[in-house]
């Protein structure tokens, strides 16, 4: 993201956006760790991005913008890196 973070907060569209992408990435992690519960445990981020997904997706009048902003420079990245470990080990490819 080539924004800081007063940047994102200033900008309601990418704020929007970035919500919406986080709320699509919690769900699809909650549902795979539903079908994986292991998941869990070798990727501690998981947690960390499915807890912001539904405060946006339930509680959306109280998103705090330092944590979104937070889980996708902090949290998104090194799940990512886990996620693509994992799929490396199964034999897929990220």
Do not use: C, S
Request: charged fraction near 30%; proline fraction near 5%; avoid cysteine.
């Amino acid at each position: 993201m080539g924004l800081d973070f007063a940047a994102y907060e200033r900008d309601e569209l990418v704020r929007d956006g970035v919500e919406r992408r986080l709320g699509i990435v919690g769900e699809a992690l909650a549902a795979a760790a539903r079908l994986e519960p292991l998941l869990q445990v070798r990727l501690p981020e998981l947690g960390q991005a499915v807890g912001p997904r539904n405060r946006i997706i339930h509680d959306y009048d109280a998103v705090d913008d330092g944590i979104v902003w937070d889980v996708v420079r902090h949290k998104l990245p090194a799940l990512e890196v886990g996620l693509a470990i994992i799929l490396r080990e199964r034999g897929e490819t990220p």
